[in-house]
RNA sequence: GCGGGUGUAGCUCAGUGGUAGAGCAUCUCCUUGCCAAGGAGAAUGUCGCGCGUUCGAAUCGCGUCACCCGCUCCA
């Protein structure tokens, strides 16, 4: 390992020790020796996360006009999973390589042809054995030198660190085996003996129902964002809204992650905040505006536009989305991942990942995808329930179409759908039917799905404030001193309140009635044991922006026009101000809220 | 899932077969006129869990669980 991968390594491990110190986040079950992949929140977690919460509710919801709530239930019925895509896409048939674990889908395993090769075991000169026997295929035409340095390659990269250096490896007991031809036994890329086909479910199975036989079989959520689509037609009829509108849902969803790593960031329980943009297809707006609008570098993404077609859309969210991050103190360490056509799923047009610097790795934040009509006609074609919308201004506008326009839409999209890259193009028939449809006013939405990982940003917004400084004192004893520069609108505790001295009654008191005044309006944390200095600390490490200090001038022992003020200092450099306690509170709900 | 590492007090760690330790943190009292001050005292561990070897196990063996690192996976 780098010195900088130990470093950050070391980082984590610090940050972990303090979430733990301070009540952020606990291991799930640590009594018991924990419960892999889950985590608990401990008091200032909880905080943290229902401000995280809060603060992305408001943005979605309370601040706009457009997107509506829901809170389904993570229970659903396992049709939903089989429409999505995720009972087949979460639950393959998988055979791992014997030498390096790989795994290949089992009906995706090329043909083979070579000779097969054993050997007993292999050691290295570091101490290091491998007690298993080894069959690896040797491709026709390879060179028996280069097999043997391809095979302690693949065995040192699966070791690590431990085997050493690949060329020191040595190979026990080679002996030839059989030559075969068309094997579907050893693995495309490696070679390696492919073991039994398994199933790797993704999903976490439940029975729903006290008889639990698999007629009960169902499924935990593995995303939010199906009870959405499932939910969608509800919501439109209930609300009295127009495309383009949104559905956002803060939940638990659960993935049997095969490897659950880095804390919080991957685990098998964790708490999604997602939001499916409903928009008209790019031939409506067309057909209603005239055209759709282009972008182009520096285009205006403040104010959504009616000619904006799913591209500038799909921008719009980045940049919503952007604003949020850097709203919540993530501003300056997010970067940006667009996906290539050949990364994207075939449903799906464009994804923007937003990645977040964490010490052990730049990951993905949240992904911003534009998928077309893609769930919610699946679920209209699995549940022969239209999910199409009706939208009258279109209806209108499609009448003023002459049939010559209308035919050069259809033959625009009929040649888009030839010159697909992933896909089967649409069949010409379902082309004009679909267009027949629109031409009436009726489609089905397409979709922009800004998704996020709620524990990810509270694990990102943690890692990111952590700061630690070195301190002499005036004796020349070196102490490292932790600050969380936690952004005042996600800080736990909002204000600490601190009597200078707790063996004077009259600031104790005083200070108690500053603590009242302002703990109905935010979290605040009041503490009178210690030195002054130390309570500063104690706040400074978990973040709290703001301490409120109770001294001899608060009560007039200075003159009268220092009489009812006190300190307010400055988590973030330790600047200090005197304020009125009267205007404390406005002053301190501008800052947080 | 594979390989490696780790697991002792709330945290960081020392303790290589013979009575369980330190620093920091916590709590109480005293003291303290603004950035982890000082004094006195207290509490805190089935040494991750289980089974074994041994007169005796934190220490040795086997198993297991969790976490970390590297592969792998990541709709």
Redesign the pocket.
């Known amino acids: 390992?780098s010195t900088d991968?130990k470093n950050?390594?070391?980082l984590?491990?610090?940050i972990?020790?303090?979430c733990?110190?301070r009540g952020f986040i606990f291991?799930?079950?640590?009594?018991?020796?924990?419960?892999?992949?889950?985590?608990d929140y401990g008091p200032l977690g909880a905080e943290l996360k229902r401000n995280l919460r809060t603060a992305w509710w408001n943005a979605m919801t309370r601040d706009r006009e457009d997107v509506l709530g829901l809170d389904a239930s993570i229970l659903m019925n396992p049709a939903i999973w089989k429409a999505?895509?995720?009972v087949e896409?979460?639950a393959d048939l998988?055979r791992?390589c014997s030498l390096?674990?790989?795994?290949?889908r089992a009906d995706h395993v090329d043909p083979q042809d070579g000779v097969i090769m054993n050997y007993t075991g292999a050691e290295a000169a570091t101490g290091?054995?491998?007690?298993?026997v080894i069959s690896v295929l040797m491709k026709k035409g390879e060179h028996i030198e280069s097999f043997r340095k391809r095979v302690r390659l693949?065995i040192a990269?699966?070791?690590?660190?431990?085997?050493g250096k690949p060329e020191e490896i040595v190979l026990l007991g080679e002996a030839k085996a059989d030559a075969v031809e068309g094997s579907i036994d050893y693995h495309p890329e490696t070679g390696g003996a492919l073991?039994p086909a398994r199933p790797?479910n993704?999903m976490l199975k439940t029975y729903l129902g006290p008889t639990a036989t698999e007629d009960d079989v169902t499924y935990l959520r593995?995303?939010t964002?199906q009870a959405i689509f499932a939910q969608f037609k509800n919501v439109f009829d209930a609300s009295r809204v127009k495309v383009p509108f949104g559905i956002c849902q803060i939940g638990k969803?659960f993935?049997n992650?095969?490897?659950?790593?880095?804390?919080?960031?991957?685990?098998r329980e964790f708490e999604?905040i997602e939001l499916e943009f409903f928009i008209k297809p790019d031939e409506a707006i067309e057909i209603i505006s005239g055209e759709v609008a282009a972008w182009s570098e520096g285009a205006d993404l403040s104010e959504p536009q009616a000619n904006w077609g799913w591209d500038l859309w799909h921008r719009y969210w980045v940049d919503q989305r952007t604003k949020f991050y850097e709203g919540i103190g993530l501003g300056g360490v997010l970067e940006y991942y667009w996906q290539t056509p050949e990364d994207l799923?075939h449903y799906?047009r464009a994804c923007v990942d937003i990645l977040c610097n964490f010490?052990?790795?730049t990951e993905?934040l949240e992904g911003i995808a534009a998928r077309g009509s893609f769930d919610l006609t699946a679920h209209q074609n699995a549940s022969g329930k239209s999910q199409e919308v009706f939208d009258e201004e279109l209806k209108v506008a499609a009448a003023k179409l002459t049939d010559e326009q209308k035919e050069a839409m259809i033959q625009k999209r009929l040649a888009a759908e030839q010159s697909k890259v992933k896909g089967a193009p649409m069949a010409e028939a379902d082309v004009r039917a679909w267009f027949e449809r629109l031409f009436k006013g009726n489609y089905v939405p397409h979709v922009i799905e800004p998704?996020a990982?709620l524990d990810r940003m509270a694990l990102a917004i943690i890692a990111n404030a952590y700061e630690e400084t070195e301190?002499t004192?005036e004796?020349g004893k070196k102490?490292?001193?932790?600050?969380l520069k936690l952004h005042p609108r996600v800080a736990p505790i909002k204000v600490g309140v601190?009597p200078?001295?707790?063996?004077?009654p009259e600031l104790v008191a005083k200070a108690r009635e500053v603590y009242a005044l302002l703990k109905r309006h935010m979290n605040v944390f009041y503490d009178?044991?210690?030195?002054?200095?130390?309570?500063?600390?104690?706040q400074?490490?978990v973040g709290t922006p703001f301490?409120i200090?109770?001294?001899?001038?608060?009560?007039g022992?200075?003159g009268p026009e220092l009489l009812d003020t006190?300190?307010l200092?400055?988590r973030d450099g330790?600047?200090?101000e005197r304020v009125k306690i009267s205007d404390l509170l406005w002053k301190l709900l501008a800052e947080v809220s």
């Open positions: 390992m991968a950050n390594t070391a984590m491990e610090k972990v020790s303090l733990k110190r291991q799930s079950s640590e009594i018991y020796g924990g419960c892999g992949g889950v985590w999505s895509g995720h896409t979460f998988m791992e390096t674990n790989k795994r290949v290091w054995k491998l007690d298993r693949l990269s699966n070791a690590g660190e431990a085997a073991g790797f993704l593995p995303e964002a969803a993935r992650e095969v490897t659950p790593k880095n804390f919080t960031f991957r685990s999604q799923a799906a010490p052990f790795g993905e998704s990982g301190k004192d004796k102490e490292v001193i932790t600050v601190f200078l001295l707790k063996n004077k009178e044991t210690a030195s002054i200095g130390r309570r500063y600390a104690r400074d490490e301490g200090t109770i001294d001899f001038d608060t009560l022992e200075k006190v300190t200092r400055h330790g600047e200090q």
